[in-house]
Antibody
Framework: EVRLVESGGDLVQPGGSLRLSCEAS????????MHWVRQAPGKGLECVSAISKDGKDVFYADSVRGRFTISRDDSENRLYLQMASLRPEDTAIYYC????????????????WGQGTLVIVSS | DIVMTQSPDSLAVSLGERATINCKSS????????????LAWYQQKPGLPPKLLIY???TRESGVPDRFSGSGSGTDFTLTISSLQAEDVAIYYCHQYYAVPLTFGGGTKVDI
């Protein structure tokens, strides 16, 4: 069974940094585009960042571009999100999700989700 | 950005009755080269991540009960629960993956 496990969420002060990690198992990690999707408390879903299967194409939402960096380590089956200059509006549960589009691009639906990791940005 | 608008925001349906959720995109999500609509539906229960129900607008994910069905094309889509069960109480989201940023509808809360 496909498994995605996020970690790294924490309480951080505005302006601080965090690195989120997503450990993947039970599938060919290097065959899939991967995504970070966040959900603010009581709110809807927002696609924050995405990376193609080969890592050559990346996407960032306008709200995080220039502050967040997505990366992947296929040898470790891990997806990362480096977050800097954090703002209170970044407070959310951050989900790692798999995009099963066979092309490996990030233009995909999400067929597997992790349980999420909570990031709270507050002083 | 493609804006996804869901309606209604919430609905209450009796057990065994039909629930219908609508989703409208601000531009077409139909890709002419492969004749597919880049539209998915998810179900989210409290405290859990979203769960994929439908992709390519009408393809049911493996293991999803056949009371869930998706229809529509272009800019107008519908998720139908043919006979609502107690376990279907949740928030439902549509999602376009035609263009970045990939975007979701605001969600529709389904109650008994």
């Amino acid at each position: 069974e496909v498994r995605l496990v996020e970690s790294g969420g924490d309480l951080v002060q505005p302006g601080g940094s965090l690195r989120l990690s997503c450990e993947a198992s039970a599938f060919m990690f290097n065959s899939n585009g991967m995504h970070w999707v966040r959900q603010a408390p009581g709110k809807g879903l927002e696609c924050v960042s995405a990376i193609s299967k080969d890592g050559k194409d990346v996407f960032y939402a306008d709200s995080v571009r220039g502050r967040f960096t997505i990366s992947r380590d296929d040898s470790e089956n891990r997806l990362y999100l480096q977050m800097a200059s954090l703002r209170p509006e970044d407070t959310a549960i951050y989900y790692c999700a798999r995009g099963p589009n066979p092309t490996g691009s990030y233009y995909s639906w999400f067929d597997s989700w992790g349980q999420g990791t909570l990031v709270i940005v507050s002083s | 950005d493609i804006v996804m608008t869901q309606s209604p925001d919430s609905l209450a349906v009796s057990l065994g009755e039909r629930a219908t959720i609508n989703c409208k995109s601000s531009q077409s999500v139909f890709y002419d080269s492969n004749k597919k609509d880049y539209l998915a539906w998810y179900q989210q229960k409290p405290g859990l991540p979203p769960k994929l129900l439908i992709y390519w607008a009408s393809t049911r994910e493996s293991g999803v009960p056949d009371r869930f069905s998706g229809s529509g094309s272009g800019t107008d889509f519908t998720l139908t629960i043919s006979s609502l069960q107690a376990e279907d109480v949740a928030i439902y989201y549509c999602h376009q993956y035609y263009a970045v940023p990939l975007t979701f509808g605001g969600g529709t809360k389904v109650d008994i």
